[in-house]
């Protein structure tokens, strides 16, 4: 019959400063700590590339709302209206030759939308995965840490970078 996983055995523990200080932990405990270390950068990670896409979302709609102010509708139809200042405004008041130019700027504006709503939307169900699984290790380890004498409160708020360091001791 094997010991179970939160068991101790000689040189197996390590001593953690901060909350549980001089308590022992368990080499799982450190191992499911460096799991979630490991889980909370690669939500750092997600939230870089969530706050990117969501930076061309916004930059990609700032171009498309400049450019197609009612005075560029005006000007694309009826030639009679100033136009803004913007790239696609510029392309609409160019006369009936720029109106290819103006549906190739706005067929860029649209694929730029549209890949960068995917990416949000990939990156928050990634996110979304993410936290289920830092739920289910988490878990693990208050049950490692409460096992070997740890409070339940001090098992929930430790610094896991910390107990992923610990040293054996």
């Not at 700590?33 to 939230?47: K, P, T, Y």
């Not at 740890?150 to 610094?159: L, Q």
Request: neutral net charge.
């Amino acid at each position: 019959m094997s010991a179970p996983c939160h068991a101790i055995s000689a040189g197996a523990a390590a001593m953690v400063r901060g909350k549980g200080a001089g308590q022992r932990v368990p080499a799982r405990a450190r191992e499911l700590a460096g799991q979630l270390s490991a889980l909370f950068e690669r939500d750092v990670e997600i939230v870089g590339r969530l706050n990117e896409a969501q930076h061309r979302l916004r930059s990609a709609n700032e171009r498309l709302w400049s450019g197609l102010s009612p005075d560029a509708f005006g000007l694309v139809y009826d030639g009679a209206t100033l136009a803004g200042a913007s790239r696609v405004a510029a392309l609409g008041a160019g006369g009936p030759g720029s109106q290819a130019g103006l549906l190739a700027v706005l067929q860029q504006i649209h694929w730029t939308i549209h890949r960068a709503f995917h990416a949000y939307q990939g990156g928050c169900e990634e996110r979304r995965q993410l936290a289920v699984e830092v739920g289910e290790v988490a878990e693990q380890l208050t049950e490692v840490l409460c096992a070997v004498g740890w409070s339940a409160a001090d098992a929930r708020t430790v610094d896991v970078h910390e107990l992923a360091r610990a040293r054996i001791g």
